[in-house]
């Protein structure tokens, strides 16, 4: 028993050692990866991700702020998020923040475009950016018909496969009880 034991317990002291070394660098480290944009702020950097709908027919945006000078998460910065659209007046995005993630609610302004106007005040200055970010495709409410081929009969085929589980189990329990009385 020892033996298997000690092979497995040194396995895991390698990854938490590995884990624990690699774990700073990937805090810190924040490159935008999958970002819609990129772009300076003042002395901000921004990355701004597409949205995800949210009830009310609106889309949910997704800002993480970094402080340029520093390579740190802003987490002190406060927003003000305008947007406008083709034919639309400005709208003024409801926000919230967690630490350096800016969460802004938009309407769905799809099949046209958002240009975001962005304005940012903390600790290490203001800054302003403008980009666009695009709306949500509605998602097609009516499903694709299909014919069912059921019949409607009993389910024969659910009936045997649990007489087939139950079985299985019952003889796994069996050869357990088996080992433990040899």
Excluded at 69 to 76: S, V
Excluded at 86 to 103: D, I, K, L, M, R
């Amino acid at each position: 028993m020892t033996l298997t034991i000690a092979p497995l317990g040194r396995a895991f002291l390698l990854a938490g050692v590995v884990g624990a070394a690699l774990l700073p660098a990937a805090a810190e480290a924040h490159n935008g990866a999958g970002a819609a944009f990129r772009g300076r702020a003042g002395p901000y950097q921004v990355y701004a991700y597409d949205g995800y709908a949210v009830p009310r027919g609106a889309v949910e945006y997704r800002l993480v702020l970094l402080d340029n000078d520093r390579g740190e998460p802003a987490n002190d910065v406060r927003v003000h998020i305008t947007a406008t659209k083709p034919g639309a007046p400005e709208t003024v995005a409801e926000w919230h923040s967690y630490a350096n993630v800016v969460y802004y609610t938009l309407p769905n302004a799809y099949p046209h475009d958002w240009t975001v106007d962005l304005r940012l005040a903390g600790q290490a200055g203001r800054g302003h950016v403008s980009f666009r970010m695009h709306g949500l495709q509605p998602v097609d409410p009516l499903p694709v018909a299909a014919r069912s081929e059921s019949t409607g009969g009993s389910p024969i085929g659910l009936i045997i496969g649990g007489c087939l589980v139950g079985l299985t189990a019952a003889a796994a329990v069996l050869l357990l009880w088996r080992r433990q009385r040899s």
